[in-house]
Each structure stands twice: as C-alpha cells, then as structure tokens.
C-alpha cells in the first residue's frame, strides 16, 4: 500500500497530471504571476515534510520531534534574511492573502481605516474588496490611476490619505506596469503617521535580481508571495522590521494559521537558495528586458499599451478598439497555445467578467530562456491572432508556431516525479 507508486494508485490522477505537464510545456505561459519552478523546488514540495505538525516557530514548537523541521525553516528564514537584508522574516504564510491577512490582524482593529490600490485599477483582492475578508472586517479607502497618465500620482495618493488619516497604507498591485519607489511612499506614509506595507507578491524577484526598487529599507512589513517571479513554491513570507516581529509572528500563528505547510516551508529555502545564485540576477534583469522588448513589439504592432509601455515583468493591452473584449482574447490565444488572463484596464467600462484588457507577463517564459528574438516573434503571432478574431485558420497556424518554438525552448523535460 505505502509503496505503490501514483500510476498504480490512481491512473486517473496520473493521466491528469500528464495532461498538465505536456500542457505547461507546449503552451506560452505568459500569466504573469506563473512561473516554473526548479526540479529541485518541486522535489521538496513533495517530500515527507508533509506529514509533520509544527505549529509554533524554530526552538518553539507546540509538537515533539521538530529538529529537522527546526533546521529546515531556519534556513529558509536567514536565507531570505540574506537575500532581502530584512530585519525579520516569517516563512509561514500559506498564501499571499494569508500574509496580508496576518498583516492586518497584527497592525489594525476592526474597523480602521487602511488606504490601498483599488483592484478595477491594478491592486489586490486582499486590499480591502467589499466581497474580500479585507473589506469586510476594516474601512478600506483607495488610491489609483490617473485618467490620464494611468500612472498612480502621490500627490493625489497625499491629499486622499490627508482627509481619511489611515492607520495604515498599502503599496502594491497585481497589475501595474510601473515602478513604484517606496522611498517616496515612506514620506507620504510619515506625512499622514500611517504604517506603510508593501505587497509586492509579483515584483519580489525583480526586487532580488535589484531591477526594481527595493522595499525593505522603506517600509514597516512588506508581504509577497513566493511562487511568481521569484520561482518558489505555492507560499508567501513576510518581511518586517524588528519592532513589529513578535506581532507579526503572532498574527501569523496563533493568529490566522495553525500548523505551518513544512514541506513548502523547505520548499522556499531552497527557492531561497536558487534566489542567491549566480544567473538569478540575470533571469531576474531579463524578465524585464523581454517584457520592454514585447511591449515595444505590440505597440509597434498597433496596441495601446495602459501608460505606453511597461518597467516590469507585465504590460496591460487595452483591447477597447479591437473589437474582442479581454475574455474572448484570451480564449483566442489559448486557442492558439498562448497563456494569458483578461484584466480590466483603468476606467474600464466593461464589467470583471469581461474586462477592456489582457495582462502578458514574461517571468515564466524567460525561465525557458526565451530572449528578445522570441518576444517579438510572440507578439507577432499575438497580433495576428487578436487582429482577425474570426480566423480558425491563423490560430492553428499559431498553434502550430508556438508548438515548435515550445520545442526549442524545453522544460521539465527529464521531470518524472509522480511515476
Ligand atoms: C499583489 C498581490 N497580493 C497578494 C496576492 C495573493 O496571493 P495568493 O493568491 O497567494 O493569495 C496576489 C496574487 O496574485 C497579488 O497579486
């Protein structure tokens, strides 16, 4: 019974599994908060770390027989010490909106006013959405865009945060294309006495590769996820200054987890490890130098990009005078083997089901070394497809290109770990 492998215990479970792999290999993956994580990470997410209760922290367990799980989240926690010159670090996070969760039972009371980006502008469900437990339980008010330059003004953001003094502000979002420099924010933060977090789940890696600002000097608690650009497990962390530490911990456990997902946990120390590398500051730069060069290439092909372009590792394609709305051009290009999610632009008039506009990202295509040469052959194949939506045939054609292109690029290709 304990030895059999999953094809002899579930072939079903097995076939959907391979279903999934030859997926992730013979599509463009260019959601921009996906990537592929290592042989290595993978192998740790799945290891006998499962099947150990560990709530508490490193020296400070609730449970008997936690001196392998003591040194594994040790490392993960100095080595993201390491990597972000944090203060203090919590690895327990199971998720992104777990972290910020934690984050908010640690710094606010029910019902304080915490300032953040809007989500119809780029933010994040857990940064105060009416249907969101961030909604729900605090007074968000929110900041976004300006009409005009689609770039958020932190003067605008000043004058918002002067009228509603929230106990805490937000700086993050799932979908903008700009830089945010948090040493700015800080003055604003210090102008009205707020707290400042930065949520940056999708910009970490480009934080680590030192290809965007970085947070940690800046602000109070800064959350991530773990498993987009920086190429971890599914997980998150929290970094903090020290002064907040024993509230964060807390927050974290007791607070809004019990036992921690140790096997993810090690997982992230060794996604950690890779962090500190030789070659990630490379990956890290060339994210942002094909997402330029996609950019360029789609503009150039008649796309209006939000803001005109983009400093990261994602761009927003307004699709308003296309004649397809986000959705149906996301469906044309899975048809087609390319990967994207629909996302409202700023001021969208369409509704979330919809959206004006789709959200490419290049993390996880440039962990198959794809360069410049294949963005602009991939925002080619994107215009072609999203210029003649009615055209079954230029689809397949695509499908076919992106197949062979797939094929020069491989991934995961001696990965057996379920057979
Ligand atoms: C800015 C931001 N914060 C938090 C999260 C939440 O992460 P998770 O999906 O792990 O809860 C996301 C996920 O996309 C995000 O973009």
Do not use: E, F
């Given at each position: 019974m304990m030895n059999r492998i999953l094809s002899e215990v579930d072939p079903q479970m097995a076939a959907i599994l391979e279903g999934e792999m030859k997926r992730q290999q013979t599509?463009?993956?260019?959601?921009?908060?996906e990537n592929y994580a290592s042989k290595a990470v993978l192998q740790t997410q799945g290891c006998?770390?499962?099947n150990k209760y560990a709530e508490g922290y490193p020296g400070a367990?609730?449970?008997?027989?936690c001196q392998f799980n003591d040194m594994a989240e040790s490392l993960a926690i100095e080595r993201a010490k390491r990597l972000f010159g944090a203060e203090h670090v919590n690895v327990?996070?199971?998720t992104g909106s777990q972290a910020n969760m934690a984050v908010y039972y640690a710094l606010l009371n029910d019902g304080d006013t915490f300032l953040a980006m809007d989500v119809s502008h780029?933010?994040?469900?857990?940064?105060?959405?009416?249907?969101n437990f961030s909604g729900r339980y605090y007074n968000p008010v929110f900041y976004g865009v300006e009409k005009d330059t689609e770039r958020i003004d932190l003067n605008h953001v000043l004058d918002i945060a002067m009228k509603c003094k929230p106990k805490l502000i937000v700086v993050g979002a799932s979908a903008y294309p700009r830089i945010l420099d948090f040493k700015e924010w800080r003055e604003v933060a210090d102008k009205v006495g707020a707290l400042l977090m930065a949520?940056?789940?999708?910009i970490i890696g480009l934080i680590a590769g030192g290809v965007h600002p970085d947070p940690v000097p800046y602000c109070d608690v800064v959350t991530t996820t773990t498993?987009?650009?920086?190429?971890?497990?599914r997980g998150a962390m929290i970094l903090c200054k020290k002064e907040f530490a024993e509230k964060i911990d807390k927050a974290v456990f007791p607070g809004v987890q019990a036992g921690p997902l140790m096997h993810v946990i090690a997982a992230k120390a060794v996604a950690l490890k890779e962090a500190l590398e030789y070659g990630f500051r490379e990956y890290q730069a060339q994210i942002v130098k094909n997402a330029k060069k996609l950019a360029e290439c789609l503009m150039k092909e008649g796309f209006r990009l939000v803001s005109g372009g983009?400093?990261?590792?994602l761009m927003l394609v307004d699709l308003?005078?296309?004649?397809?709305?986000g959705q149906e051009a996301a469906d044309l290009l899975e048809e087609s083997g390319i990967i994207v999610n629909k996302n409202l632009i700023p001021?969208?008039?369409?509704p979330p089901t919809q959206c004006s506009g789709i959200r490419p990202g290049t993390p996880a295509i440039t962990t198959r070394e794809m360069r410049e040469p294949e963005m602009e052959q991939i925002g080619m194949m994107i215009s072609r497809v999203l210029k003649h939506p009615k055209n079954a045939k230029i689809r397949a054609e695509v499908r076919q290109e992106v197949m062979e292109l797939c094929r020069n690029f491989p991934i995961y290709q001696d990965i057996d770990i379920w057979r």
């Open positions: 599509c463009l993956v260019m959601i921009p908060s006998i770390m499962t367990r609730y449970y008997n027989g327990q996070p199971h780029g933010g994040h469900l857990s940064h105060g959405r009416k249907q949520d940056v789940a999708h498993h987009k650009t920086l190429r971890g497990p983009t400093d990261n590792h308003s005078d296309k004649g397809v709305n001021y969208d008039t369409k």
